[in-house]
């Protein structure tokens, strides 16, 4: 076996910095009752490219290990493992990215999300100006489909959403495969339950000790993982209300639109004030959060994911409220536009990140499973 300064040169500078850093935590070990990190680091005594990609997608950046660490600056050996980890996240996403040469979105993803933003509701209030002949209109009686075909949207949103949901596909499973070694027998079931509750549940959100993460100082608090399951929650939500309308249209010959008490309309509703309240909170953190919490690199993808949703559910929500209004024209152009923003920067942003740790929990579950735990 390679000792780790045989390693050293197969990795990049942040792959190697956590590879330092791993070293000095895999002899102290004060750290190991913490989250998912630290017992899936303690069964390895090297760590190689694929082992520093694995253990930095189990990292919820939760901080907890940070306040705790005596090794941490101002100390000479530096360690800030939130940080570090972060910053071969963001190489994680761009090096499994499909096809390889988008992978350089997540590097620009700020710029990158606020442009394919800007052309995508420009293109819809264009649009909605061929097609309607203004932008507002009294007669279109709350119809979507007076300005856009239903056909014709499933159409741009299916081959947009297709492409997306492939490419992210492929890149998780690039990354599952070099992170798993070949011919490895997995006993699945369990793992795959204790995965699904660790996700619903965002376990390690709650710092590794119950009490929550650290944000701006070393006070620990429950707000971070509070407004990820408003966000999660509401885009699952507001996922549910698409189905169902989906369900309805096409095996009820039940078309839109659809009154508020509705089952989609309730669905998207709740979804929608969701999608307001966790991501708010959650960009107010992120404002506030010290910057030894997290990579400054990562800074503009995590805003721009976050006001895009906030977007999406804002404009879905003017858009409902005033379907019978003569601005629904404008306001289904741009919540279309911002819907479309995030189907297209789906596997280059931030949203990628929940399929990545995913597939690293399951690994560590997997491995805890072969030792009995």
Sequence with gaps: MNSASQLIPLLNIDEAEVNRQLQICNACRYCEGFCAVFPAMTRRLEFNKAD????????????????????APP????????????????????????????????????????????????????????????LFSSAVDGNFYTIFPHNTLV???????????????????KFWRTITPGGEPIEATDALVKTGGAVLTLKYLDGGHGEGCTNENDAYSMARRYFHHFTFYGFLLCFAATSVATLYHYLLNYAAPYPIMSVPVLLGIAG?????????????LNIKRHPDH????????????????????????????????????????????????????????????????????????????????
């Design 155 to 173: 159409a741009m949103f299916g081959a947009v959403f297709g492409f997306s949901a492939l490419a992210l596909v492929i890149g998780v499973v």
């Design 272 to 284: 929608g004030i969701g999608l307001i309240i966790g991501p708010v909170g959650l960009l107010y």
């Design 52 to 71: 520093i990609h694995y253990l930095a997608n189990l990292c919820h950046n939760c901080g907890a290990c940070l306040h705790s660490c005596q090794y």
């Design 294 to 373: 997290g990579d400054a690199a990562q800074r503009p993808m995590d805003r721009a994911f976050i006001v895009l949703l906030l977007l999406i559910s804002l404009t879905g929500l003017l858009l409902l409220g005033m379907r019978a209004t003569a601005a629904m024209p404008l306001l289904l152009a741009l919540h279309l536009g911002t819907v479309m923003a995030f189907f297209l920067t789906m596997p280059y942003g931030k949203f990628a990140h929940g399929f990545y740790r995913s597939a690293a929990l399951f690994k560590s579950f997997v491995e805890a499973k072969r030792e009995g735990h």
């Design 75 to 134: 100390h000479e050996f530096g360690v800030n493992i939130p940080q570090a980890m972060a910053r071969v996240r963001l190489d994680t996403y761009g090096d499994f990215a499909w096809p390889a040469r988008f992978g350089g979105l997540y590097k620009r993803n700020g710029t990158a999300l606020a442009l394919f933003s800007s052309l995508a509701v420009a293109l819809f209030l264009v649009l909605t100006l061929v097609v309607n002949g203004t």
